[in-house]
C-alpha cells in the first residue's frame, strides 16, 4: 500500500497544495491564487477543495494517506496553531489549526512556513550531517527556521526564528514591523523595490528600467538583469544588499553556531549567482573561528517546492516530537 | 555524606573557586587573581591551587566529592574543551580541558563561562517555569548562553552564544573583533569607557569625572554616580547603552522566542536601577506580541557567584547530556 503525505504550502498570494510519497517524490501539485482579502473561510475551504481534488487525481484511498500538513505564514502561534497579527495575511487572530481540524475531520500538523522548510531541509537534505541548520528565505521579506541538536526550534509560544527582524543598522530605515533597520527593511524583494523606487524618481537607474516590462514596478528581478548587463548602480545596490544579507547571517552564526545555513526564497534563489558568493565571502570574514569551521553556507537544492517537502518531513518526523 | 562540587569561574583578570553542596549551598569561596599573561601551565596551577586549598579548608574527603567543574572565557570548542582565540586570555590555542583532566587526574566539566552562568540561572532559578532561556552577560564585553528546550545549547562545535557580536549598527564604531557596531562596542564596560574617554578629551563629562576617584579611568561605576546625581549627560549616555542594549535583547526575543531573558555581569547589576528599567521597555515595545507573551527580562538573582552555582548545575545535570 502506499503511503502519502497532502501537504499545503498557504502564502499571502498562492496557495500551493501536493501529494507525495514518504520518500519525497511529489506525485501532484496544485497552484491557486489566495483568495483577495484571504477570508480565514474561504481560504479554508480553497485548501480543502485543493486537497480533496488532488486526493482524487491521485485516486488516493483514505487509508493511504499517512498525514496532512499545513503551512502558513506566522506569526503562529503553538501548540495552539493561531495565526497572529499576520502582516502577508492579514489576519490579527484566526484558530487556524482548530478550524482546519474541525473541517477535515482528522488530525492536522500545522506550522509556521519557515519551521516547515527547515523540516524539510533536514530531513531531504542535511539531516546525517546537520543537525544545528538554519534555513533563511529571502523573497518578499525575509524570515527564518531553526534546527537545533536535530529538533525543530520553536521558542516557548512558536515565535523563533523572526531572523528578519534582527535590527542591524540602528535608525535605518524604517520596517513594515514598525522598527528601524531591521534585515528586512535592507535586504529583501520589498527593500529593493523601495531602493529602486526612491532611484527612479531621482532620474537614476535607467538601465534597471530598461530591463522592466512596460506597466510593471522594477524589483529584485529586473536588478538581476541589469546587473547581468554589466549596469554599475545594479552591481553596487547588490553589493550593498549582499553586505546586509551578510551581516545579518554572521550575527546568526556567531550566535547559533550552525553547521550549516540554508538561503531560498524567491529572490535569494533568484539571485543566487550575483549574491551567494558576495554573502558566502562576507561571512567568512566576519565570524569567529569556531564558528566558522566546517561552516557550510548555500542554497537549498529543494527550490519551490521546499514548504511542500518540510510538509512530507513533519509528518514523518512526528514521532520524534513531544507534541 | 556530604556531596560536593568544586566549581572554578576562570576570567581574564581573576579566579573564583568554590565549594558547594548540591543544593547550591556554597560553603568556602576563595578569589585570586589570574597570573599576569596569563601563562596557561601557572593558570593551571592556581586552579589545583585553590581547589586543594579549599578542599583543604572545607575537610573534604575524596568520596564526598561529586564533581569539578571550571568556567573558561570563550571561545571554547566542544566537546575538545580547546580555548580559541580568546581575546580575555590570550591564548591562541589552548588544549586546556584535556591539561586539566591530566593534572587533576580525575573528570572535569569545561565550558565556556557564560554557558555555565545560563546552567546556574536554569538550574537554580528558573527551571521549573523556563525551558528557553537566554543568559546576557553585560560586563567588560557582551556575551550570551542559551537553554533550548531544557538543555545547553552550544552549536555545532561550541561556539554558540555569542551574542555580544551582532551587528546592531553596521558601519558603527570598531569593535574588539573587528567588525563594526556590534552590541559589545555599543553597550558595554568598554564601550562606556571609551565613550567616556572621547568626552572627557573634548572637554565634556565634569560631573562623572568629579565622580571619579583620582588617577582612575571613568568608567560604568562613575557614570552611574553621575546620573544618579543627575546629571544630564550621564542620564544620556545610558539612554543611548539602555537602547542598545533594548535592540540587542528584542533582536534575541524575535530570534528565539525565550520564555525569559536573564541579564547580569558587574556592568548590569550596578546600574540595574538606571538600566533595567528602559531595557525592559524597549523590548516589550519592539518584539512581536507572540515573542512578548509571558517574556520576562529580569537581572539574575545569582550575583557574581551566578558561574560557580553553574558549575553545581554542570555536575547535577550531567545525566541529561549526551555527552
Known sequence: MRELVVGVDLGGTKILAGIADTNGNILEKKRVFTPVGADPDQVLDVIINCSTELLRVCRVREQEIKGIAVATPGPLSFPEGVVRNSPNLNWERVNFKEELIRRMGQSVIVEKDTNMAVLGEYYFGRQSECGDLLYITVSTGVGGGVICAGKLYRGHGGGAGEVGH??????????????????????????????????????????????????????????????????????????QVAEYLGIGI?????????????????????????????????????????????????????????????CVAAILMRGNENE
Open 166 to 239: 534582527m535590527v542591524v543598522e540602528a535608525g535605518g530605515v524604517v520596517c513594515n514591523c514598525g522598527r528601524r533597520g531591521c534585515l528586512e527593511a535592507l535586504a529583501s524583494g520589498s527593500a529593493i523595490a523601495r531602493r529602486l523606487d526612491e532611484m527612479v524618481k531621482q532620474g537614476q537607474g535607467q538601465c534597471i528600467l530598461a530591463c522592466t516590462a512596460a506597466g510593471e514596478q522594477p524589483g529584485p528581478r529586473e536588478l538581476g538583469m541589469a546587473a547581468r548587463q554589466g549596469d554599475k548602480e545594479a552591481i553596487l545596490l547588490l553589493s
Open 250 to 310: 554572521a550575527n546568526l552564526v556567531n550566535i547559533f553556531n550552525p553547521r550549516a545555513v540554508i538561503l531560498g526564497g524567491g529572490m535569494m534563489l533568484g539571485l543566487r549567482d550575483l549574491l551567494l558568493e558576495p554573502v558566502q565571502t562576507y561571512v567568512n570574514k566576519n565570524v569567529f573561528s569556531l564558528n566558522r569551521q566546517d561552516l557550510l553556507v548555500e542554497c537549498t537544492s529543494l527550490g519551490d517546492d521546499i514548504v511542500l517537502y518540510g
